[in-house]
């Protein structure tokens, strides 16, 4: 076996995670290019050829797979630089997009400008014809107004078409029909049906799915075109896989063909990468890079899955991996307002020109600037040393808001780094407090290159008492495809309830599904025995007005009659956990039948034999460097330890800072860290 790679793009630097034949794993980093991932994505590959001493070509022609984490369409979706989209909907229908699913965003928000829709009303057209709730076709597709549609849209410069129209779940025939027409009328014009894309019965999430699917899907083609032409420019002829958003991986031709499962994959994988750290029931993720914070939670050692994540004011349609994201970042900018108050974030410095101690013709005061005067970030020891760091320009940047607070240099950036925390905290209580779940009951696993810089603050304010920060911590989000699973997800829409069930019926969709998971595996090269299924459906008390998702166990893909008392009473037992209540007496009634397929690659695990030796004697650090001391208000030294020399065992105590060529971790009095088999530290809160 060769080379194993994943490459995940930041906003800053871009990470790549290589895992040897030998199973031992090294991390390797480089400036991100905005605008040219694809030069930066090869740019570390020939950094990480260097790191092993070899040739460039002869180091691409020994790796036999990359996986890869896009941001190109989410960066497309947040920036609003999409392509334009034509619409078509059922005659009659065309406000799917502007009504949206009806309910107001907040209970006091009562003067709220109405969004616009995601698809313009003159990028939106009608076509006659009718199928029902049943699948039956009740009037014929109006051929013409699909005709006409097309000429519009082509008049209109539109780039992409989606099709929506009602009930196409259960019967797609005239979907089917308007891409061949449209195939006809606008040739090499992509086109996403909505029955394919987000097969479910909601109209709304349905659409919106198909919509952006079709303004990204030029846009990720290209991406992924230019990015296989650059590597085969570097001599790669391995496997590349990119990560999708519902936390595994997918091979290149799947997701071209439903590239909305691209946006924010990045993200999803690092509580990929936390499930397969730590064994710990409940876990918080928070992974900290050069633009953003993005934090996620485990509950019950199970990824949490939402339905409901948001694109601005629209819902993305798909399930996805629950992670929030907010601008506090390495390079988060850092301002005062007319009123004195200080800001950070959730503008940022980016690669390009990046903070002011980067050199690289940025001036404002970022997060790193602050994290340089106080003496957390070593100048000469950034990436290695790789990269020398400028504490004037630093204290240039910085020295700024001093001048604004009436402060001294160190006081002004240990200001900006308080606030920086404090956002990340409040981002943490969104998922986990708003959400019911107590932190402190929680475990926190650090990702990013600079989390553990500030995980410690975040941590007391927080109260929780045990954290990790892991040997491969700025790459964990890399790590987390590097060992994540083939995954995709189908579904199906099966109406049924506990009144009117039948089990035969059931049991074809449930068979229609698994053949469909079975060839996304086969075609990713999984072999059978690596395979694994997960059934789940779509449930909802009668005249509720949403479903929830229940996973159910179906032994070879089958269930019986007698089966129902059960499916019954996983739906109250979710019902109860999720809303706090259960009404047995109440109809259940079944929506959509879902399967998530899992493959297993060959090398995933072999990490895991990557295991350090014994600590050999006391722990020595490698020097001492003067850290602002905010209680004392003064610089105080505090020891510097070498995260590579550490054995498993070692033990440190805070104040004290640990360091490694890709991230800096500061640990405050009181918490108490201990190196784990895998060369992970783990910290315990006094």
């Given amino acids: 076996m060769g080379y194993q790679i994943c490459i995940d793009i930041g906003g800053t630097f871009t990470d790549c995670l290589v895992s040897d034949p ?79 699913e009806g309910p107001r965003k907040g209970a006091f928000q009562w003067k709220i ?32 107004d699909i005709r006409a549609a097309a000429a519009h849209f082509r008049a209109a410069g539109a780039e992409a078409v989606a099709v929506g129209l009602l009930w196409s779940v259960v019967n797609p025939a005239h979907e089917l029909r308007a891409r061949e027409i449209l195939g006809e009328e606008l040739p090499g014009v992509p086109v996403t049906l909505s029955h394919e894309i987000n097969p479910m019965p909601r109209e709304y999430k349905r659409v919106i799915a198909s919509a952006i699917d079709a303004s990204i899907s030029p846009i990720v083609r290209t991406y992924v075109e230019r990015l296989n032409t650059a590597l085969d420019e570097a001599g790669f002829a391995g496997d590349l896989l990119l990560a999708n958003c519902v936390g ?42 050069g633009t953003t914070f993005d934090v996620s939670a485990l509950r019950d050692h199970q990824i949490i899955v939402t339905p409901d994540s948001m694109i601005h004011e629209d819902s993305l349609g798909i399930p996805k991996v629950d992670v929030r994201s907010v601008g506090a970042g390495g390079g988060s900018i850092a301002r005062v307002d007319e009123g004195g108050l200080l800001h950070v974030g959730p503008h940022s410095a980016g690669a390009r020109p990046g903070p002011a101690c980067y050199m690289k013709g940025g001036t404002e005061p970022t997060v790193t600037d602050a994290n340089v005067i106080l003496g957390i970030v070593d100048p000469d020891y950034f990436l290695g040393g790789k990269m020398q760091l400028s504490r004037a320009a630093a204290a240039e940047a910085v020295g700024k808001i001093a001048a604004r607070l009436g402060t001294s240099l160190q006081e002004a950036a240990y200001a900006i780094y308080t606030t920086s925390n ?87 969709a449930l068979a229609g599904l698994l053949e469909r998971g079975n060839a996304f595996l086969a075609q990713a090269g999984i072999a059978p025995a690596a395979r694994r299924f997960e059934f789940s459906f779509q449930g909802r008390y009668e005249y509720q007005s949403f479903e929830i998702e229940v996973p159910f166990e179906a032994p070879d893909g089958r269930i019986a009659a007698e089966d129902l008392p059960r499916l019954v009473e996983e739906f109250h037992r979710m ?21 998530r397929s899992i493959g297993k690659r060959e090398g995933q695990d072999i990490w895991k034999t990557d295991t350090l030796a014994v600590q050999d004697g006391p722990v020595a ?19 510097v330890y070498e995260m590579t020399g550490l054995g498993q065992g070692a033990a440190l105590s805070g104040p004290c800072l640990v360091e490694a060529a890709t991230f800096t971790a500061y640990l405050k009095p009181g918490h108490q860290g201990a190196i784990d088999a895998h060369g992970n530290l783990v910290v315990t809160v006094a």
């Avoid at 698809?119 to 597709?141: K, S």
């Avoid at 603050?457 to 495809?481: C, H, Q, T």
């Fill in 22 to 100: 030998a199973g031992e794993i090294s991390i390797f980093k480089s400036p991100t290019t905005p605008g040219e991932f694809e030069k930066g994505f090869v740019n570390v590959l020939h950094v990480a050829a260097e790191g092993y001493g070899l040739p460039q070509d002869a180091f691409m022609r020994q790796i036999d797979m990359i996986v890869h984490g896009s941001t190109v369409s989410t960066n497309a979706l947040v920036e609003r630089k999409t392509v334009k989209v034509g619409l078509i909907l059922t005659e009659g229908h065309q406000d799917i997009l502007v009504l949206r």
């Fill in 113 to 144: 400008d109405y969004p616009e829709p995601y698809v313009p009303r003159h990028l939106t057209r009608t076509a006659g014809g009718r199928i029902d709730a049943r699948g039956r076709e009740m009037r014929p597709l109006c051929e013409d």
């Fill in 248 to 289: 595994g991986m997918m091979p290149v031709a799947d997701m071209i063909r439903k590239p909305i499962y691209s946006v924010m994959s990045g993200p999803t994988l690092a509580p990929m990468a936390a499930l397969s750290l730590s064994e710990e029931a409940d876990i918080i993720v928070g992974d900290m890079g």
């Fill in 422 to 508: 404090h956002n990340m905290v409040a981002a943490i209580e969104e998922i986990t407090v708003r959400e019911g779940i107590n932190p402190r009951d929680s475990f926190f696993v650090c990702g990013g290159g600079a989390t553990a810089i500030h995980i410690a603050e975040m941590v007391d304010i927080l109260g929780l008492k045990r954290y990790m920060i892991p040997r491969f911590m700025a790459g964990l989000s890399a790590f987390g495809g590097l060992i994540s699973d083939i995954r995709s997800e189908e579904s199906t829409v099966l109406l049924a309830s506990d009144r009117i069930f039948d089990a035969d019926a059931v049991n074809a």
């Fill in 575 to 595: 019902h109860e956990r999720i809303y706090s209540i259960r009404t047995d007496t109440d109809t259940v009634e079944f929506t959509a039948w879902k399967l």
């Fill in 621 to 639: 650090p490698k020097g001492s460097r003067e850290v602002w001391n905010e209680t004392l208000r003064e610089m105080r030294p505090v020891p």
